[in-house]
């Protein structure tokens, strides 16, 4: 529940695990609302508005705390002893729930990731004479159940470390942590009380059922009608551009002109994609959409379909129409290798680079200024160096994402590689796993070294990403069984009896053990469940209270109050 803050009932709020008393979230929040909703230019024109229409403030934006950061480059970005563990609760406390999260849910992923790489290892280099032809079998079975096992227990780590910082399970959902949340008809400044809102809905409760009905289904009218576009963008431009490359990359001998013509198609869909993700953008703002979280997670879910044409529809058409598992193999090692390595250097050095290049035309247009000093030009406070540092901003735009959105779909696209094409090359797993030890301390680097201090958001979950996890562990059941019908069944007339109908039940078992694990496994631990309850119950209690000491008017005392109850 969402309670007005009052230092007499301070008890009743749990403090921070830095000591504090309020998150980064909620501090952050503050700020915003005091030199942007108090401090006024005119009735109803903040002063800073003001003074960034006239250019005298040019960005707000919150700083590094020189010592904390100092603090998470020694014990997080620069230790290498232990490669996946990380000091989670003073980055949620600096970085804020959403941050925290993403690398609670990398640092788990990478540690998990140990067993499918050692796993396939042996599978890939390994000879095991007469009983070759069941290890690929047992291969796929062994990272299935992996990976069912580690998204649902990844849930249950999620709730836990939500339990431990004391944050609601729908905390995305709540209004009073988005600041763009807006109330039919109101400002989010000016939100109601809940007496006035609950005195008002028994005044007029025909029209306002009538009136939410009709924006409940305009709002999945619009979000149907934006997927169908999505969609039929898909099939009619992209996948023809796909296949065409597939094609041509299949029809292609020489190895230069593969190289080239990889080289212009990673162009021109970088170009494209960008523009979809962009267009999808537009679409998502014209969405009924209850607040920014939803809306984000709408616009998670088109750009992976675009980004998921672009990534697997060419190994489908290797895979499974040209039956080329040479060439597959090829594309997973030019996918996995030398993209993720172009791809990490591109992500580390380019904002260092435009860092550079930002600290050269200032200091170049200050020896214009001044007339050619002598010495190298100094910033005069840490404020004006990390201005010109780049914003944490996802490439599709900073409208509804961070740059948390390109970190999730890198890491989503890369689980979706190496989990549908497993049995191609078990290998791939050893690789992804090298990747994502690296990836945890070079995401920190960028964060604390060459970014701004990212916004804070209360996400509670990685939101979307994991349901388009789920929906690839369920791909890669289907694709993995249709590879080990392709390499079994040499000839392609898929009568490998009783191989293809073992292959089948083996698949139909799968897909049951996936959907039944989230049964037999709760997805929060007894003892979360047990706190959320307690909390749930004393702020029930709490909160019909104040409820009553609105309606009465403030007049009578807590005493009281209990008499009444």
């Not at 400044?189 to 809905?201: A, G, M, N, P, T």
């Not at 000093?373 to 004006?384: A, D, H, L, M």
């Not at 791939?428 to 680097?445: G, H, P, S």
Request: net charge positive.
């Amino acid at each position: 529940m969402d309670l007005q803050f009052d230092w007499e009932e301070v008890d009743a709020f749990v403090r921070q695990p830095d000591g504090m008393l309020f998150s980064w979230c909620e501090r952050f929040h503050f700020y915003r609302h005091l030199i942007y909703g108090i401090i006024q230019w005119e009735p109803g024109e903040p002063l800073l508005q003001r003074l960034e229409a006239e250019s005298i403030v040019k960005l707000v934006f919150p700083l590094h705390v020189e010592a904390k950061r100092k603090r998470l480059l020694r014990v997080w970005a620069l230790n290498w002893w232990d490669f996946t563990d990380q000091p989670i609760d003073e980055i949620y406390s600096y970085f804020g729930t959403k941050m925290a999260v993403y690398f609670s849910f990398l640092g788990m992923y990478t540690r998990w990731m140990l067993f499918p790489a050692g796993l396939g290892f042996v599978v890939h280099l390994v000879d095991f004479g007469p009983f070759q032809l069941l290890v690929l079998p047992i291969f796929f079975i062994s990272i299935v159940l992996w990976a069912v096992m580690f998204s649902q227990f990844w849930k249950r780590k999620n709730s836990a470390l939500l339990s431990r910082w004391q944050i609601s399970y729908s905390v995305g959902a709540y209004p009073g942590y988005d600041l763009g949340f807006k109330v039919p008809g109101k400002d989010r400044s000016s939100l109601q009380s809940s007496v006035e809102l609950i005195s008002k809905w028994g005044r007029d409760k025909k029209n306002d059922k009538e009136r939410f009905q009709r924006e409940e289904w305009f709002g999945t009218l619009m979000r149907f009608r934006n997927d169908v576009i999505i969609i039929l963008s898909i099939i009619c431009l992209q996948l023809p551009f796909e296949l065409a490359y597939a094609h041509l990359y299949e029809v292609v001998e020489s190895d230069y002109m593969k190289f080239g013509l990889t080289v212009i198609y990673l162009f021109l869909i970088q170009y494209f994609t960008r523009i979809g993700g962009k267009i999808s953008v537009q679409l998502i703002n014209n969405e009924n959409n209850a607040n920014r979280e939803y809306r984000a997670d709408s616009l998670v879910y088109k750009v992976f379909g675009l980004y998921f044409m672009q990534s697997y529809i060419g190994l489908f058409y290797h895979a499974l129409l040209h039956r080329n598992f040479k060439t597959l193999r090829q594309v997973l090692i030019q996918r996995l290798i030398v993209s993720e390595v172009l791809e990490n250097l591109w992500e580390n050095s380019f904002p260092y680079l435009k860092y550079s290049y930002k600290k050269y035309k200032v200091r170049r247009k200050s020896k214009k200024e001044k007339g050619s000093p002598t010495g190298k030009i100094q910033f005069k406070s840490r404020v004006e160096k990390e201005y010109l540092k780049p914003t944490y901003s996802a490439s599709i735009g900073e409208e509804l994402e961070d740059g948390l959105f390109d970190d999730l779909l890198e890491l989503t696209l890369q689980f979706g590689m190496i989990m549908m094409f497993a049995c191609a090359f078990p290998l791939a797993f050893a690789f992804a796993a090298l990747n994502n030890v690296t990836e945890i301390r070079t995401d920190a680097l960028k964060l604390l070294v060459m970014m701004k201090r990212p916004v804070p958001r209360a996400a509670a979950t990685i939101g979307a990403w994991l349901n388009i996890f789920q929906f690839l562990i369920v791909m890669s059941i289907c694709t993995n069984s249709v590879l080990l019908v392709c390499l079994y069944d040499k000839e392609g007339k898929w009568r490998i009896e009783p191989g293809l109908a073992a292959i089948l039940v083996m698949e139909h078992i799968l897909l049951l053990i996936k959907f039944g694990f989230s049964r037999f496994v709760p997805e929060e631990p007894a003892w979360v469940r047990a706190n959320r309850v307690k909390n749930a119950t004393q702020a029930h209690e709490m909160y019909s209270k104040q409820l009553l000491r609105s309606i009465s008017g403030g007049e009578r005392t807590s005493n009281e109050i209990m008499k009444v109850e």
